[in-house]
């Protein structure tokens, strides 16, 4: 895993009002993709990162299956 950007972000999200990743918000790319995430109190906060593609349909009762790479930062 590789952490880029460290900062804080405020207290508003990583996020800003176009769905741009804020330039002080701790970014992190991993196998999964890139996801910008929060930092309070010292601690980083990365949220929403999905483990599994959802097991719906014909996948309910099968092997969890790797979730979908998101395109740019998340």
């Known amino acids: 895993m590789e952490a880029r950007a460290p900062g804080r972000a405020g207290d508003g999200g ?3 009002d176009a769905g741009e990743p804020m330039s002080d918000a701790p970014i992190v790319s991993c196998a999964a993709g890139a996801f910008a995430g ?12 999905r483990y599994a593609a959802p ?6 009762w099968r092997d969890p299956r790797p979730a979908a790479v998101p395109e ?3």
Do not use: C, H, K, Y
Request: aromatic share 4%; no cysteine; glycine share 16%.
């Open 38 to 49: 929060v930092e309070r109190d010292g601690v980083r906060l990365f949220a929403g990162i």
């Open 14 to 16: 990583s996020m800003d």
């Open 55 to 60: 097991p719906t349909g014909e996948a309910r």
């Open 72 to 74: 740019g930062v998340t």
